[in-house]
């Protein structure tokens, strides 16, 4: 058939009337595809775009109906309806219209479309343009588009999850739960040991935990070589990501630690995987793989940028999980080293301590306690709590508590005075200072006999074995601050029974500033809880004041018993930290 647009036969008039239908050089250069259709439904002219749109040359097209070339089968019937209806009413639905339709290229593959449908004017037989876009492209953008949206809304829903917890191994078991089911089918996270081993699965998730749980046991089984070929170790070695679109059995067999291995990945059927490092301040520390099987589809490019990504965002808060976790660790280390590793025998007494550190307890805190024998038959009892937290708060309690040893056998008053002269002498704790309580304790048959001065510290209380409360009226200058201060010490007699409790601020304030408690609202607990064994007490006590929150400060509880001679010398030392 030789090529020739219908348009090049409608006369210059006719093309006038119809509002300017594209013809000649127009109707070829248009973007669009432009169909020209007859009363029959048969296709009389077909542009270059049209061409290139549904994949029929004009040859190919041109003669045949429109309806069998380019609509697909399940709707051509309803075309054919249609078009039948307006020819024998005039009646149309989709005239002069846009609409969004489904087209079928030549290779038989279904797109959407945008077409406009008019009538030429004033000719007849009737003809028809058809005015079609393809939308695949815009489609496609849109498709792109809400996949960034995803991943932009994961992203941040990941930054989210990772700062829930400043636990290291929660956040290692959040981060690989985050990941399935929007990334991976499987994943787990490989950390590299102190000693250049790969410690393997140290979290796992799956959307089939028996997944995780058989490849965390693998794991253990078959740890991986740090030296091997699989893919975690190359990328814990090299720092680099790995993209393994496919995966066949030989490369499985190759990536295996053994028969078990290969078999575990070829019954998961293992088909596609992504391995990006864990890397923070120039240190490769881990790898997170992600996993899918056969039945997903494989791992792309954009799949490895939102995991990149990912994990470095991760690495970030792990190392900082990590650094967290070792502070925490030494200020524990440095905390325990600042209270008695244990508390002396004392014939006739009971003794119960407990410390609690404040939330925020990655620091070290000022509050502390010591008992110690002064000389035989003599004791020595502190409570203190140091201004401040951290290194300088932890400087200040061991000049204290050993400053304190050493002159206790001056007696309670002079060895404040004293250590209020070191304190203030010590460059190392300039602008700091403490309160102090300290008592030299003496049995005395099945009396116990307490001389007490005070530099600053609440006064404690005497619990009477009948339950009454006695607050010790006994106070003095803040260490540290006044040259010169001068300190009185009180005498204080526990009978059987009888109960002395000693504390820090940090009982009192433990929900300040919503609760503070006051010395009655602490007498009124004493009264409470008198019929508590020591330990028992302590723990009452921090219950009420704290409410089950984490304490605003430190607390430290001390509470010494008077037993009698004849009672077997116990000494009962209860350490707890409660941080965050």
Not at 97 to 116: A, H, I, P, S
Request: charged residues 25%; proline residues 5%; glycine residues 8%.
């Amino acid at each position: 058939m030789e090529r020739r647009s219908i348009t090049a036969d409608l006369d210059s008039d006719t093309l006038a009337q119809g509002g300017g239908f594209p013809a000649g050089g127009v109707f070829s250069a248009a973007l669009d595809a432009v169909i020209v259709m007859d009363g029959e439904g048969l296709i009389r002219d077909w542009n270059p775009a049209a061409e290139d749109v549904f994949g029929y040359s004009w040859d190919e097209a041109v003669g045949h109906e429109l309806a069998a070339l380019i609509i697909p089968p399940a709707y051509r019937a309803a075309h054919r309806a249609g078009f039948a209806r307006y020819l024998e009413t005039g009646e149309a639905h989709i005239m002069d219209r846009r609409v969004d339709l489904t087209g079928l290229r030549n290779d038989g593959t279904e797109f959407q479309v945008e077409l406009t449908i008019t009538r030429l004017p004033d000719v007849d037989p009737p003809l028809f343009a058809g005015f079609v876009r393809d939308l695949t492209e815009r489609e496609s953008g849109a498709r792109e588009n809400e996949r960034l949206q995803q991943r932009l809304a994961f992203l941040a829903h990941a930054g989210l999850a990772l700062d829930i917890s400043l636990d290291l191994e929660e956040t290692l078991r959040r981060l690989v739960r985050l990941t399935v089911p929007e990334l991976a089918e499987l994943a787990v996270i490989d950390l590299m040991a102190g000693d250049g081993s790969i410690r393997g699965a140290v979290a796992a998730a799956g959307s089939d935990p028996e997944r995780a749980a058989a490849l965390e046991q693998t794991r253990r089984d078959h740890p991986l070589d740090p030296h091997g070929p699989h893919p975690v170790a190359q990328v814990l070695r090299s720092g680099r990501s790995a993209l393994l679109p496919e995966m066949s059995a030989e490369r499985l067999r190759e990536f295996a630690q053994g028969d078990a291995h290969f078999e575990l990945m070829r019954r998961l059927r293992y088909r596609s995987a992504i391995v990006v490092p864990l890397m923070a301040r120039g240190r490769t520390f881990g790898a997170l793989s992600l996993l899918r099987m056969q039945e997903h589809v494989p791992y792309d490019k954009g799949d490895l940028l939102l995991a990149e990504t990912l994990g470095r965002r991760a690495a970030l808060a792990l190392e900082n999980r990590r650094l967290y976790a070792s502070t925490q660790h030494i200020a524990r280390t440095l905390q325990e080293s600042l209270l008695p590793r244990a508390i002396p025998q004392i014939p006739g007494v009971h003794l119960a301590a407990r410390y609690r550190a404040a939330a925020e307890g990655q620091d070290v805190g000022g509050d502390f306690y010591d008992m110690f024998p002064i000389a035989p038959g003599r004791w020595g009892i502190a409570v203190g709590d140091v201004c401040g937290k951290g290194p300088e708060a932890a400087a200040l309690t061991a000049l204290a508590r050993y400053t304190i040893r050493a002159v206790a056998d001056r007696g309670p008053a002079a060895a404040l005075s004293l250590l209020n002269e070191a304190v203030l002498r010590d460059a190392g704790v300039e602008n700091r200072f403490l309160t102090v309580l300290f008592g030299e304790l003496t049995p005395a048959d099945d009396r116990l006999l307490l001389e007490l001065a005070s530099g600053g510290h609440p006064a404690p209380f005497v619990l009477r074995s009948a339950g009454s409360v006695e607050p010790v009226a006994e106070h003095g200058p803040l260490i540290g601050v006044v040259p010169d201060a001068e300190y009185v010490s009180t005498q204080v007699t526990l009978a059987v029974g009888d109960k002395l409790v000693l504390y820090t601020d940090g009982l009192a304030d433990a929900r300040a500033p919503e609760v503070t408690l006051s010395e009655l609202d602490l007498a009124a607990l004493l009264e409470e809880g008198h019929d508590l064994e020591g330990e028992r007490l302590a723990e009452f006590l921090e219950s009420r004041a704290t409410g089950g929150s984490d304490a605003r400060d430190d607390i430290v509880i001390v509470v010494l018993e008077a037993v009698g001679r004849d009672a077997d010398a116990l000494s009962v030392h209860h350490y707890a930290s409660a941080t965050s």
